[in-house]
């Protein structure tokens, strides 16, 4: 995934600077790049998808029990 940036006439490169870092945080790449950062274990991700599943499904019981 390629983001640039051309500076502008007349803008500062601290204000293209800004640009290029929010360009990259909105096509996902800033995620990525803190993600890829550290290993981590296989078993961790498992546990971390799991627990975000039984958030999801918490959440879910509680929305419909606010609708009953």
């Known amino acids: 995934?390629?983001?640039?940036?051309?500076?502008?006439?007349?803008e500062t490169s601290e204000r293209a600077?800004?640009?290029?870092?929010?360009?990259?945080?909105?096509?996902g790449l800033w995620g990525e790049i803190r993600k890829l950062h550290y290993y981590e274990n296989p078993s961790t991700i498992r546990n971390n998808i799991n627990i975000k599943k039984k958030r999801e499904l918490s959440?879910?019981?509680?929305?419909?029990?606010r609708k009953q």
């Not at 995934?1 to 007349?10: E, I, L, S």
């Not at 600077?17 to 096509?27: A, D, E, H, Q, T």
């Open 1 to 10: 995934m390629n983001v640039g940036v051309k500076k502008r006439d007349g």
């Open 17 to 27: 600077l800004r640009r290029f870092i929010n360009l990259v945080k909105k096509s």
């Open 59 to 65: 959440q879910a019981r509680l929305e419909r029990n």
